[in-house]
């Protein structure tokens, strides 16, 4: 069975990545709420994402190169079952760190500084 | 057709993430995200991974977001600053850092040779639920471990850091 084509450049694929990209680095640099900053940054983690998808939709289109087709895709498998972990640990941190001071602007804490 | 539907979808992921980080209300934010993932499984789907497609919208939209969902409804968080407010210097030098960032990419990705890709050969028939389940117990079965070790850990990490006072 041959490849069916879909007629999408994978390069548009690619810029969306990119917008998202500095839409999430925006967030993360600009805004001082915890969650909206963990925001930011699934937004940031869902657009390299779709650098992966545009490059393995790109690599199905080399019939030699399907495998790697196939392991962008499990890259993104990977992606997001690391980003589940990630925000389940840092939930439950700013859950501790409500419980401490009654807040979650990153400014208050700075119990780490020397 | 499916050149409108991607330019639709790639319309409605830019303009939710833009709200995603732009509105003040955190409820808001989360819910802007859900839109943000579901058309990025569109976006999935259109390129030919189904799998990729549903994981997104249970994974990410039904399990991640609503959990954050819940804690930002437990913390009673007030409503948000405006964005980069009080510190002017910083949000310009944010901002330069974001445009700069998205610029780069925009580039590499305009400097690439423009192709078209294709599902993954061999898909169009079962599906990529298959072949990806096969890699994930055969060729990848390291890692494959190695992410169910990394969840039980972030299980007992969020337990103990939920029921501990800090001191």
Same mark, same amino acid.
């Given at each position: 069975?041959?490849?069916?084509?879909?007629?999408i450049?994978?390069?548009?694929?690619? #810029?969306?990545?990119a917008?998202?990209?500095?839409?999430?680095?925006?967030?993360?640099?600009?805004?001082?709420?915890?969650? @909206?900053?963990?925001?930011?940054?699934?937004?940031?983690?869902?657009?390299?994402?779709?650098?992966?998808?545009?490059?393995?939709?790109?690599?199905?289109?080399?019939?030699?190169?399907?495998?790697?087709?196939?392991?962008?895709q499990?890259?993104?498998?990977?992606?997001? #079952?690391?980003?589940?972990?990630?925000?389940t640990?840092?939930?439950?941190?700013?859950? @501790?760190?409500?419980?401490l001071?009654?807040?979650?602007?990153?400014?208050?804490?700075?119990?780490?500084?020397? | 057709?499916?050149?409108?539907?991607?330019?639709?979808?790639?319309?409605?992921?830019?303009?939710f993430?833009?709200?995603?980080?732009?509105?003040?209300n955190?409820?808001?934010?989360?819910?802007?995200?859900?839109?943000?993932?579901?058309a990025?499984?569109?976006i999935? %789907?259109?390129?030919?991974?189904?799998?990729?497609?549903?994981?997104?919208?249970?994974?990410?939209?039904?399990?991640?977001?609503?959990?954050?969902?819940?804690?930002?409804?437990?913390?009673?968080?007030?409503? +948000?600053?405006? $964005? !980069?407010?009080?510190?002017p210097?910083?949000? $310009?030098?944010g901002?330069?850092?974001?445009?700069?960032?998205?610029?780069l +990419?925009?580039?590499? %990705?305009?400097?690439?040779?423009?192709? +078209?890709?294709?599902?993954?050969? !061999?898909?169009?028939?079962?599906?990529?639920?298959?072949?990806?389940?096969?890699?994930?117990?055969?060729?990848?079965?390291?890692?494959?471990?190695?992410?169910?070790?990394?969840?039980?850990?972030?299980?007992?990490?969020?337990v103990?850091? !939920?029921?501990?006072?800090?001191q």
């Amino acid at each position: 069975m041959t490849a069916e084509l879909v007629p999408i450049p994978f390069t548009w694929v690619l #810029a969306l990545s990119a917008v998202l990209f500095a839409i999430g680095t925006l967030g993360v640099m600009l805004r001082r709420n915890a969650i @909206a900053i963990f925001l930011s940054l699934e937004v940031m983690l869902n657009s390299a994402n779709l650098a992966f998808a545009a490059f393995a939709y790109r690599f199905g289109a080399v019939h030699v190169a399907a495998a790697a087709a196939l392991d962008g895709q499990i890259f993104i498998f990977f992606v997001i #079952a690391v980003a589940a972990a990630e925000a389940t640990v840092g939930l439950a941190l700013f859950i @501790a760190l409500y419980r401490l001071r009654e807040t979650i602007d990153v400014d208050r804490f700075n119990i780490l500084r020397w | 057709m499916v050149t409108w539907v991607f330019l639709a979808a790639a319309a409605v992921a830019v303009v939710f993430a833009c709200l995603a980080v732009v509105v003040r209300n955190p409820i808001l934010n989360v819910l802007s995200l859900v839109i943000v993932f579901f058309a990025m499984a569109a976006i999935f %789907a259109l390129l030919g991974m189904d799998f990729l497609a549903a994981i997104q919208v249970i994974v990410y939209s039904g399990a991640i977001l609503v959990l954050f969902l819940f804690v930002v409804m437990l913390l009673n968080i007030p409503r +948000l600053g405006r $964005l !980069g407010s009080g510190r002017p210097f910083q949000a $310009l030098l944010g901002s330069l850092l974001a445009a700069f960032l998205g610029g780069l +990419l925009l580039a590499a %990705a305009a400097l690439l040779p423009a192709g +078209l890709g294709a599902v993954l050969p !061999g898909a169009a028939a079962g599906g990529t639920a298959v072949p990806i389940g096969r890699a994930l117990i055969s060729s990848h079965l390291f890692v494959f471990e190695f992410i169910t070790l990394l969840l039980a850990a972030a299980i007992v990490g969020a337990v103990y850091l !939920g029921e501990r006072e800090l001191q």
